[in-house]
């Protein structure tokens, strides 16, 4: 029934209502104004949503491309822009975090109480010797300290770079030595599924012999730490004692805000380097327009950590620019009960709802009656990042979270674009389901052929924006090289008029000219909307004494969307030591620990032979086709074209 479904519903269109069209933020105009003059166009968003310090005359150096500046001569400060100005406008009781722990606790903190916390915390870290431009590691559940270290560090113009707490030492520690963070902060443990996990521990293993000098510890799990005079530091003593003033001072446009470390097709992370201005204005017009944000009546919720991207742009900065109420929760979708986060939207009447296709798929696997239980009219506004949504679930998205009427708006973005580039407009667009559709006012992208030459409609070929945007990345941490390489030398072909950036994503652009996600294009997987490097993932399983030999590959997966399958050749030396079965579970863990939960293979099968081709290259085409079950595909250019048979045959 689905499959047939989804073919029939892929010619269906739901237009806005005219009762939503008609109060709507975003109308005709800013595409219009766009399109008339985009460097203006920017301009006069930049003015309008931000406060600058000291106004811009500039509005893009293209240069030193493709290294960007943007309102390079202006001056601002971010968390100024997330905070005292709200309360100067008079918003200072407005709720600006609806906070619920996993065990049920909860605090509400307005504008003015969070801006008077920022301040604290940025004296604090003064007071650690932190300065502009030195780099800060956040490892913290989702806890509202958690935002207000962000804000406190970009209020100093200190560089943030958040770990997702899910990592392993081993990750975080590559993260911070890459950075060359002088400060961790962290919490003694979070709650997730009921139970108390160690963070602190974890930074106790990842910070000795690093740059770091101090560890601030914010107490959350109450379990037992271990503890270092002199570094560690409490964070409830030490806020205690600081000053509730602080004056935030202005820093230049291009000033480094945060560094978010994110996969890519070799084994090293690649260091996301954002600055200041351009990214403020994207996260803040995107998360006004594309949500259709009412400030003073809407509940925002944005169920992303902030360990990764979203957190940063649609939790953090985006929202807080736009002054909106939102829910914060520490806790996983279906703790202590499988309907929590239905139960948290009846209680707070939330009004927009962002998440990823991997938690829907999982909720259409319960059942409707799950979310049903609880009053989910307040909903209007419903969003999906992370990978692309399929019809299925769009349409069940639309019909049992959204009451049959909340347009769908599906965002495509990606931790180097800062901010969301690809978009219906919910009061504009008709939506389709399984398309992220039109590219937002603004920005320009294209899909291209091999040649660079843009295809026809109807056609596939590869994702790319033609323009430079106020929230692209300014570059990987310490490494211009790569920067160039990985995004920008595609189509730098001899003669090109523009630089053009590649996303490594492959597009189809219907008749309509509107764009359809086909996933990526390089090794690089995307398990529950978040990328991983099959380069990463092997060579944590080669640092295994078991292991000679991995390839990695992502294998379609229900409800993570692909998931990691590895095969291993275990050394001869090692063959007696454990079963096969055995091997596998120990390789699963192995992982798991070396790279975090996320990263920990459905599956690790032992072969013996790899399949490669004649230059050594394995072929992870024919890996996946095992993995997902298909008869395997053409293995002319294998070396030895009976390993596949040996390797199914070993499989069976
Ligand atoms: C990759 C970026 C952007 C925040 C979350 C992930 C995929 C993202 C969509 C979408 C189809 C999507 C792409 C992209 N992706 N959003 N709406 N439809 N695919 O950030 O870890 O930097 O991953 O996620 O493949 O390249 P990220």
Redesign the pocket.
């Known amino acids: 029934m689905n499959s047939i479904d989804s073919l029939l519903h892929e010619d269906r269109r739901f237009p806005p209502t005219p009762e939503f069209a008609a109060s709507a933020v975003a109308g005709p105009e800013l595409a219009e104004a766009a399109a008339a003059d985009r460097l203006q166009f920017w301009a006069d968003q930049s003015r309008e949503l931000l406060h600058w310090h000291r106004p811009f005359t500039q509005t893009l150096d293209w240069t030193q491309a493709p290294f960007a500046k943007w309102f390079a001569d202006g001056q601002l400060n971010v968390a100024y822009n997330c905070l005292d100005r709200h309360v100067l406008a008079g918003n200072g009781d407005r709720v600006a975090i609806h906070w619920e722990g996993e065990p049920g606790d909860t605090r509400t903190i307005t504008y003015a109480e969070l801006t008077a916390e920022v301040k604290k915390a940025a004296n604090l870290l003064a007071s650690l010797g932190i300065r502009r431009g030195d780099r800060v590691a956040i490892y913290l559940p989702m806890i509202p300290e958690a935002v207000i270290s962000m804000l406190a560090i970009a209020r100093i113009g200190a560089v943030h770079s958040v770990v997702f707490g899910g990592f392993s030492a081993d990750s975080l520690r590559s993260r911070i030595d890459d950075a060359e963070a002088k400060l961790v902060i962290t919490a003694d443990g979070g709650w997730r599924k009921g139970k108390v996990f160690p963070l602190k521990k974890t930074v106790d293993q990842a910070v000795t012999e690093t740059s770091v000098e101090h560890v601030l510890v914010v107490r959350r799990g109450e379990n037992e730490v271990d503890w270092t005079e002199g570094r560690d530091l409490w964070w409830h003593e030490e806020i205690a004692t600081m000053d509730a003033e602080h004056e935030a001072e202005a820093f230049d446009a291009e000033n480094p805000l945060f560094i978010l470390y994110?996969?890519g097709t070799t084994g090293k992370p690649k260091g996301?380097l954002h600055t200041s201005g351009g990214y403020l204005t994207q996260t803040a017009y995107t998360h006004k327009n594309v949500f259709d944000l009412h400030p003073e009546t809407d509940v925002y919720w944005c169920t992303?950590d902030i360990g990764?991207?979203?957190g940063h742009?649609y939790v953090v900065y985006g929202p807080l620019a736009n002054g909106a109420t939102q829910v914060l929760y520490e806790g996983t979708p279906e703790f202590p009960e499988p309907g929590r986060w239905w139960q948290l939207v009846e209680k707070y009447k939330v009004s927009i709802f962002y998440t990823?296709?991997t938690a829907i798929r999982s909720f259409m696997k319960q059942g409707r009656q799950i979310p049903q239980a609880s009053d989910l009219s307040s909903i209007r506004v419903l969003g999906?990042?992370?990978?692309?949504?399929n019809p299925e679930a769009w349409i069940w998205y639309r019909d049992i979270i959204g009451g049959g009427t909340a347009p769908i708006v599906?965002?495509?973005?990606?931790?180097?674009?800062g901010a969301?580039m690809?978009?219906p407009l919910p009061g504009l667009t008709a939506t389709k389901p399984g398309s992220?559709q039109v590219a937002l006012p603004g920005i320009s992208i294209d899909v291209l052929d091999d040649d660079g030459a843009a295809v026809e409609k109807g056609q596939g070929g590869l994702l790319v924006v033609t323009e430079p945007w106020p929230s692209m990345l300014r570059g990987i941490w310490g490494d211009p090289e790569r920067f160039i390489e990985t995004y920008w030398e595609k189509f730098d072909k001899p003669g090109a008029r523009r630089r053009m950036y590649f996303?490594?994503?492959g597009a189809r652009k219907d008749e309509d000219g509107d764009i359809w996600?086909l996933?990526?294009v390089d090794d690089?997987m995307?398990v529950s909307?978040?990328?991983l490097s099959t380069a990463e993932i092997e060579s944590a399983l080669v640092s295994h004494p078991f292991v000679a030999e991995a390839a990695v590959v992502g294998a379609a997966d229900e409800t993570t969307g692909q998931a990691v399958v590895a095969f291993v050749i275990v050394k001869a030396s090692q063959a007696d030591v454990a079963t096969a079965d055995e091997a596998s579970s120990i390789l699963r863990a192995h992982v798991a620990e070396q790279i975090g939960a996320i990263a920990r293979p459905r599956q690790v099968y032992v072969v013996n032979e790899l399949p490669k081709t004649r230059s050594g290259k394995i072929m992870r085409r024919l890996l996946r086709d095992v993995a997902e079950g298909r008869e395997i595909g053409d293995t002319t250019t294998l070396a030895d074209t009976t390993v596949m048979q040996i390797i199914t045959d070993k499989l069976k």
């Open positions: 994110t996969s996301i992303a990764w991207v979203t742009s990823a296709p999906s990042v992370g990978e692309p949504i599906d965002t495509w973005w990606q931790t180097e674009t969301i690809i978009s992220a996303a490594g994503d996600l996933g990526r690089v995307n909307g978040h990328r």
